[in-house]
């Protein structure tokens, strides 16, 4: 027992800081048997068709609908807090309940379309996918195979022994190419699954690293997408010209205004699933994350897109405020539907066709960033660039700076209170005043030297 307690962790867990650390690790461990039971007892696709489902649900649909509530029953008190206003606020009133009817419908359907779409393609696709990826292997493998027998010298041997090398080279060539005449037929190397959803969590530092590569890929495919493909009324390309025929002249572009939160699936089918679910599940595809993560990552977008597309001024965070500043001058500024310069649209002093991405990344590279000053530090103080941490980083700087000057000004008190006296009883005032006369008096005589005589040089002016 004495052996027991003088050990660190023993002593560490019973010192009287352990009831925090006590209650996260029960916390830990509670989510590891309930995500280890969730596996055990589901599959994976299920797993993740019913979690993106209840994501969208839980952080688009009730805080939409709680939003709308909000702006329709108090237009005057939400008209203060949306970016454009009271012409910022969702339509309202008994003559447009059918088009907000119409418009939550349109999300959830959209929100049907997209799960059904994942699942899709996890069940048709990837299967075969696999089944090619093992055609492949297996003729790699019996190609090599082959050649190595073709290439590699061998011992001379008798008619007979040949023979029967040709016959088992040939046997093995046939059961490589079609396993069903093969007796003992190994399986190839099947592909991965698209998450891995095992019970072994991954370490907070690979949960970090995966979350941010999936938000930069997202953040490229969210820009090329929307600038690319949906805001190109006059591309030269039919598809082109149809898709954003579609983005542009429907729902939340059709306003000019600010959005609001119903409108990141209430849009046109085309327009959801190229700038919402084809990012998103597209740069899962390219990353194959944990399960876990990648429902963390659903979840990070979707309260992202919701708040961002809400116009509201007074949206909790930097990150979140910067983006929802954003969303609204894009919308406000977005091409209209007939081409670059559409007759009807509201007059801006901002350019056409500005801020595609969400973060603002490739807006400020690719110079389609509003506002925009040249500078990164100024275009994310103006919000047209999210740039996490710069907000702490400038109320840490301003909080030193305000302390520099505190000790400055203490300083020059201090000077003022022990300044040493002239023999003549004053402070120095008389020394002041006389080296300022002299200066009054040498400046004029210093430029009638420079210009020559001063009274002729003016004259001639």
Known sequence: ????????????????????????????????????????????????????????????????????????????????????????????????????????????????????????????????????????????????????????????????????????????????????????????????????????????????????????????????????????????????????????????????????SLLVFADHPASVLLLRWTPLYGAALLVRPHLLVFLVFVGLVTLEETLGMSGYRVVPGLLLRGIARRMAIHYTTAPAEGGRKGKGKKKTDHPEGVNFGAWGLLDWAQGTSWPRSGSLVADAQAGAVVVPGLGAVQDAAATVSQVVAGEKRKALAAADVVRPHDDDGDNGDDDDYDDEEEEQVEAPVAAKKRNGHGRRSRKRV
Do not use: C
């Not at 048997?33 to 589901?42: A, D, G, M, Q």
């Not at 599959?43 to 969208?56: D, F, M, T």
């Not at 023979?163 to 080279?169: D, E, N, P, V």
């Not at 690293?209 to 006059?234: C, I, M, N, W």
């Open 1 to 260: 027992m004495d052996v027991l307690l003088s050990l660190p962790i023993v002593s560490y867990l019973l010192g009287p800081g352990a009831a925090t650390s006590w209650s996260t690790s029960i916390n830990v461990l509670f989510f590891y048997l309930t995500w280890t039971t969730l596996v055990l007892s589901y599959a994976p696709l299920h797993i993740e068709l019913v979690g993106v489902l209840s994501i969208r649900v839980l952080l688009w649909l009730v805080p939409s609908l709680a939003f709308l509530a909000f702006d329709t029953s108090l237009p005057s008190l939400a008209a203060n807090v949306k970016i454009g206003g009271a012409a910022s606020l969702p339509p309202r009133g008994d003559a447009h309940r059918s088009l907000l009817a119409r418009l939550v419908l349109l999300g959830v359907f959209n929100v049907a379309v997209e799960v059904l779409l994942q699942a899709g393609l996890q069940l048709a696709l990837l299967p075969a996918l696999s089944g090619a990826w093992a055609l492949l292997t297996t003729g790699v493998a019996a190609t090599y195979r082959l050649v190595h027998r073709l290439v590699v010298p061998k011992p001379k041997a008798s008619f007979f022994s040949s023979s029967l090398s040709s016959l088992s080279s040939l046997s093995s060539l046939s059961s490589s190419y079609f396993p069903a005449f093969s007796r003992t037929t190994r399986a190839p190397p099947a592909l991965p699954p698209l998450f891995n959803a095992a019970s072994q969590l991954p370490l907070p530092w690979q949960i970090l690293k995966q979350t941010v590569v999936l938000f930069l890929l997202r953040e490229g495919l969210v820009y090329a997408a929307h600038r690319f493909l949906l805001s190109r009324p006059d591309a030269r390309w039919a598809l082109v010209r149809r898709l954003s025929r579609w983005h542009l002249g429907s729902y939340a572009h059709a306003r000019h205004q600010a959005p609001f």
